[in-house]
């Protein structure tokens, strides 16, 4: 393998680790506060790359602005399920609600994406791209998209981590995550944390899908693979650990773009799949996973 050859290897990698940790870290903060198995974040991912695409073609707005358009949109449609499905679940059923939410994700995934079927068919709706121009980067030419999707993930995940750490806000969603009680006792409404923890988890999603919009189309089931995409990379890190999930993106994808190019197209969910066993089998927790679900520690 000449020097060329792993500096593209490491920019693919790099460049797709990037967004599967955009997508995991949504993922992961919903687990580590709710402790709920979110089967449906994947058509939160569908949402936001419907907004965009309305928002830049029909509406001809900036793509810039179409992205803020879906993360917006994303993160409300979030707060309004967490309210009308997830808020009553709690109330009914304190003891057994979190067995229940993870069926109730599953029947979400279900009823979103019949909805989207039934609102824009089963058509492919997609750009060629958000900007005209692209980056010799190594010696390898990189589309302007796929660099800016980048590094709208690697902003969001900065923004988040901001925002966990150094805002009061931020720090009653971690005392949640660590001790539901304690921050009970402490004031904290747990109901409004709950809301917002869903809220920011699935405005991750939307902008994921916006970002990606010119290189994965909008369609009612582009969610599965992203979806699963996210699990696989949750379950690396370790449940709910955010920072396990950051870098368990780019651990995934790097070892995606390596394994495609030493075994070929298709192999490399294989190799990951393998991966993923031989780390369960001498490591159940995780790369990074400890005994307690925690958001950041």
Request: with cysteine; proline share 2%; net charge positive.
């Amino acid at each position: 393998m000449d020097l060329l050859t792993l500096q593209g290897l490491l920019m693919t990698g790099l460049l797709r680790g990037g967004l599967y940790a955009l997508m995991a870290v949504g993922l992961a903060l919903v687990f580590g506060v709710m402790n709920i198995c979110h089967f449906a974040h994947g058509e939160y991912y569908v949402l936001g790359a419907y907004a965009a695409f309305f928002a830049h073609v029909t509406w001809g707005l900036h793509p810039a602005i179409a992205i803020l358009v879906a993360a917006v949109l994303s993160f409300l449609a979030g707060a309004v399920s967490e309210k009308l499905l997830f808020y009553p679940l709690r109330k009914l059923n304190q003891s057994g609600w979190v067995m229940n939410a993870f069926l109730l994700t599953a029947g979400l995934s279900v009823v979103l994406q019949s909805t989207y079927r039934l609102a824009f068919g089963t058509k492919y709706r997609g750009i060629t791209q958000y900007w005209n121009a692209s980056v010799t980067l190594f010696g390898m030419t990189v589309a302007a998209d796929r660099l800016v999707a980048f590094g709208i993930a690697l902003v969001t995940i900065s923004g988040l981590w901001l925002f966990l750490q150094k805002t009061p806000t931020g720090r009653a969603i971690r005392a949640v995550s660590q001790d539901e009680r304690g921050a009970m006792l402490m004031g904290i409404d747990l109901d409004r944390i709950q809301t917002l923890t869903f809220a920011l988890g699935s405005m991750l999603a939307g902008i994921g899908g916006a970002s990606l919009l010119s290189l994965s189309p909008a369609y009612p089931y582009a969610g599965s693979k992203p979806l699963i995409s996210s699990w696989f990379v949750v379950t690396i890190a370790g449940l709910g650990n955010i920072y396990g999930a950051v870098v368990g993106g780019f651990i995934v994808g790097l070892f995606e773009s390596v394994s495609y190019f030493a075994l070929g197209q298709g192999w490399q969910e294989v190799a990951s799949l393998l991966l993923l066993m031989l780390l369960l089998l001498f490591k159940p927790t995780g790369l990074f996973g400890t005994n307690i679900k925690t958001v950041w520690e």
